[in-house]
């Protein structure tokens, strides 16, 4: 049994995103820029890399979220 259909998956990716998702993954992506730049800064490297790793995926996986009436 497949667990993730890939050809759906794609689908949802490169459809378009409602605006509040895209605009909460952007605020994520720019609040965890700003965390990691300063964590670098002050030295601390497990703050940079979680803020980092966190803004990404989260901008990562809001590409995810489409209107179902569309699809």
Known sequence: MKIFNVTKMKKHYYSPTPKKWRKLGDALLAV????????????????????????VLGKFLTNFFTNDKDN
């Not at 730049?37 to 966190?54: H, P, Q, S």
Request: net charge negative; aromatic share 12%.
């Open 32 to 55: 965890s820029t700003a965390i990691t730049g300063y964590a670098m800064y002050e030295d601390v490297k497990w703050i940079a890399l979680t803020a980092m790793i966190t803004g």
